[in-house]
Nanobody
Framework: QVQLVESGGGSVQPGGSLRLSCVAS????????MSWYRQAPGKERELVAG????????NTADSMKGRFTVSRVNSKNTVYLQMNSLKPEDTAVYYC?????????WGQGTQVTVSS
C-alpha cells in the first residue's frame, strides 16, 4: 500500500536547523511531484516547497525562501526539507505530499517546534 513516512522533526531553538525526510513506498516515486506542507495550530495548511519529479525544478513559499530547501533522491524514494534559521513562527506539523494527475497522497506529519 502507499506510504509516506516523515521523520526528522523535533524541538529546536530559534536560529537552529532541522532536516526532514519523507520516505515513499507503494507507488512509482520518480513520476510524482513532491511537496512539503505545514499546518500550525489554528491555521490552515500551507505549501512550504515543491519539487518536480526529476528534481530539476523547485519552488518555495516566499516566507521561507533562502531558509528552506527541498530536494529529492529518486533512487532512495526520499524527499528532504532542509530548514535553516528557524523561527518560532515555523512551529507546525510538517506533511509530505505526493501528487500526479490522478493521485494525491499524504503522510502522517512530523512536529517541528521552534522555541527558546
Amino acid at each position: 500500500q502507499v506510504q509516506l513516512v516523515e521523520s526528522g522533526g523535533g524541538s529546536v531553538q530559534p536560529g537552529g536547523s532541522l532536516r526532514l525526510s519523507c520516505v515513499a513506498s507503494g507507488f512509482t516515486f520518480s513520476t510524482y511531484f513532491m511537496s512539503w506542507y505545514r499546518q500550525a495550530p489554528g491555521k490552515e495548511r500551507e505549501l512550504v516547497a515543491g519539487i518536480t519529479n526529476s528534481g530539476r525544478t523547485t519552488n518555495t513559499a516566499d516566507s521561507m525562501k533562502g531558509r528552506f530547501t527541498v530536494s529529492r533522491v529518486n533512487s532512495k524514494n526520499t524527499v528532504y526539507l532542509q530548514m535553516n534559521s528557524l523561527k518560532p513562527e515555523d512551529t507546525a506539523v510538517y506533511y509530505c505530499n505526493a501528487k500526479d494527475f490522478s493521485h494525491d497522497y499524504w503522510g502522517q506529519g512530523t512536529q517541528v517546534t521552534v522555541s527558546s
